[in-house]
């Protein structure tokens, strides 16, 4: 269990705020939702909705902010009043021209008059409800991130962002467990759903070809007993940046994989989300 587990949203953000924790957030206040962040220029906002629209399980678009303010949301009821994207998540990935440049833990600098940021559901979100029901995620167990894998899984394409792909997490269990997984995770539409495949024979439908090195987050631990499972990811929005770099200029802005911002909606409110 984190060690964050029992705070209330608010205090949690105020760690990531002061950069006391800069970490992955798997646990942290273990019964409210978590969001994955993408910042774009808005010129690309259009094209990006569009994209989330059409690729609702690797992109469940929550809300998004004002051009140029980290500190509204057109959507409330997921985060009070308060709060700054620009320093509440633990870090950031920040991108120049499609190519990830550095990482930090606020982007008050980098953050523009030009920016609107976007938040997306994220599948830490369902994994309280796997716990309840005895079917603890092994990266939450080890202390660590949950493994994140690029496939070759094609996203529909909306305007600028063609020729996209998936990014998947992946969380070991028993086969005869994933049935009842599925169902749990079914329900949260707004946090990637139910695994979009699982199995050996699934890593090789997705492309991916060595589970043991996976291309972000922590390192897997897959006993012999079970199998990998896989469902979407909400770093899926910085893959297509880099994956557009000769298309995206500019400035973007990410939080960096497992390092989430703490919502103040609980899990079991977003799943009854539409």
Request: charged share 25%; aromatic share 10%.
């Amino acid at each position: 269990m984190s060690e964050y587990a029992q705070l209330e949203p608010h205090q949690f953000r105020l760690l990531c705020r002061e950069a006391k924790h800069t970490s992955h957030t798997s646990g942290a206040c273990e019964e409210y939702a978590q969001a994955n962040l993408i910042v774009l220029p808005q010129e690309y906002a259009d094209d990006f909705i569009n994209l989330c629209l059409r690729n609702p399980v690797p992109c469940p678009l929550l809300c998004k902010t004002p051009v140029g303010n980290p500190f509204t949301i057109d959507n409330p009821e997921y985060i009070k009043e308060g709060f700054d994207l620009r320093t509440d998540f633990p870090s950031y990935n920040v991108y120049e021209n499609g190519e990830l440049k550095f990482t930090k833990t606020d982007v008050k600098n980098e953050w523009s008059s030009n920016h609107i940021g976007f938040l997306i559901g994220c599948s830490h979100s369902f994994e309280h409800e796997l716990c309840e029901n005895g079917l603890i995620p092994r990266h939450l167990a080890l202390g660590r991130g949950v493994p994140v894998y690029k496939t070759t899984k094609n996203l529909d394409p909306a305007g600028v962002f063609t020729d996209c792909t998936y990014v998947v997490s992946m969380r070991p269990y028993r086969p005869e467990d994933v049935p009842r997984v599925r169902e749990i995770t079914s329900k949260f539409k707004k946090t990637h759903g139910e695994p979009i495949d699982w199995g050996y024979e699934g890593a090789e439908r997705l492309g991916i070809t060595d589970l043991n090195r996976p291309d972000f987050g922590g390192q897997p631990v897959i006993h012999d007993d079970e199998i990998p499972v896989f469902w979407g990811c909400g770093v899926t929005p910085q893959l297509v940046v880099m994956q557009q770099k000769n298309k995206i200029r500019g400035q973007v802005i990410s939080h960096t994989t497992g390092a989430m911002l703490v919502l103040d909606i609980t899990s079991e409110q977003i799943k009854r989300l539409e």
